[in-house]
């Protein structure tokens, strides 16, 4: 139990385009998804917090409005990264909570910015 | 903020052979989660920990909370090729509100020789 999906699990992307990741719980409902971003060989950095229904939580130096959250359902969570450059390339891992503290991640999306 | 201090940075070890890894905070957790990750993917859950002085075991991983609440420890007996990866610790803190978030050991790599 406790399945977290992600599509797609890479994708290669033109500089100032847009790219979406959506991040499913398949056999649990999420009441909370939390994305990460990860460096090669460091761990995972928060990015934002979302609650279903609800405005997503941005950490500090994250720009809510280059990567865009949205969590419809207790199932679904979506990341937008807008007008991504290459700096933007990166992996991005989602995950979910169905109310406890534990946290089930999603396989990974590899975001390469041409 | 709380941060976990994740020891040893890496291990490389033989086949067969027993691994012990440790993470440590200056404040008091009421949870500890481990992870592990293999290269590509996202952290699959391992243990939970929700008392001090629990001792829990998933096959031939052992992970205890430690007595203090600011400590805890992942062992793995007779190491197999595919324990190679990167073990996490993880501990929820308060974010604000009904809001949490995991904080992050750095990891251990662990390599395992055949």
């Known amino acids: 139990g406790a399945v977290v999906s992600q599509h797609p699990s890479w994708v290669i992307c033109k500089s100032g385009t847009s790219v979406k990741i959506e991040c499913r719980s398949l056999?649990?409902?999420?009441?909370?998804m939390f994305w990460y971003r990860q460096f090669p060989k460091q761990s995972l950095m928060l990015m934002a917090t979302s609650n279903e229904g609800s405005k997503a939580t941005y950490e500090q130096g994250v720009e809510k409005d280059k990567f865009l959250i949205n969590h419809a359902s207790l199932t679904l969570s979506t990341l937008t990264v807008t007008s991504a450059h290459p700096e933007d390339s990166s992996f991005y891992i989602c995950?979910?909570?169905?109310?406890?503290?534990?946290?089930?991640f999603g396989p990974g999306t590899r975001l390469t910015v041409t | 903020g709380q941060q976990l201090n994740q020891s040893p940075q890496s291990m490389f070890i033989q086949e067969g052979e027993d691994v012990s890894m440790n993470c440590t905070s200056s404040?008091?957790?009421?949870?500890w989660l481990w992870y592990k990750q293999d290269p590509g993917e996202g952290p699959v859950l391992l243990i939970a920990?929700?008392?001090?002085?629990e001792l829990t075991s998933n096959g031939r991983l052992t992970a205890q909370f430690g007595i203090t609440r600011k400590d805890s420890f992942l062992n793995i007996s007779a190491s197999i090729p595919s324990d190679v990866g990167i073990y996490f610790c993880a501990g929820p803190v308060i974010s604000g509100g009904s809001n949490y978030k995991l904080t992050f050991g750095k990891g251990t790599l662990l390599t395992v020789n055949p």
């Open positions: 995950s979910g909570s169905g109310g406890s503290y534990e946290q089930y």
């Open positions: 920990l929700y008392k001090a002085g």
């Open positions: 404040s008091i957790f009421n949870t």
């Open positions: 056999d649990f409902q999420a009441t909370t």
